[in-house]
């Protein structure tokens, strides 16, 4: 079992940043393969971007290339995403999920094992 917590949403203006941050507990961190995702009203939960073990590869959605950063740190057991340049269509509870059996579909939110709780991102224009 792992326990995952999000934290560092917020309200932001556009162009504005945020880091978001994901502490797990529980299991050995190294072994999961981490991703983020995110929800506005009325959608389905979106792909955001996955780190694999040791940070080796890294995905991210078309919306948020060369504006978003995942990092990892292993000693830590947390996981980051760096939102820079944020527009109004990045509002939305962000969440971050962990995946033990990694079969390569890091887009997939059905693949990962567990889930925080989400933090809420807010950007107005």
């Known amino acids: 079992q792992v326990q995952l917590v999000e934290s560092g949403g917020g309200m932001v203006q556009a162009g504005g940043s945020l880091r978001l941050s994901c502490a797990a507990s529980?299991?050995?961190?190294?072994?999961?393969?981490m991703g983020w995702f995110r929800q506005a009203p009325g959608k389905e939960r979106d792909f955001v971007a996955t780190?694999?073990?040791?940070?080796?590869?890294?995905y991210y959605a078309d919306s948020v290339k060369g504006r978003f950063t995942i990092s990892r740190d292993d000693a830590k057991s947390t996981v980051y995403l760096q939102m820079n340049s944020l527009k109004p269509e990045d509002t939305a509870v962000y969440y971050c999920?962990?995946?033990?059996?990694?079969?390569?579909?890091?887009?997939?939110?059905?693949?990962?094992?567990?889930w925080g709780q989400g933090t809420q991102v807010t950007v107005s224009s």
């Open positions: 999920a962990a995946d033990h059996r990694y079969r390569g579909n890091y887009y997939l939110a059905n693949d990962y094992d567990y």
């Open positions: 529980g299991r050995t961190f190294s072994t999961y393969v």
């Open positions: 780190i694999t073990w040791t940070g080796t590869n890294t």
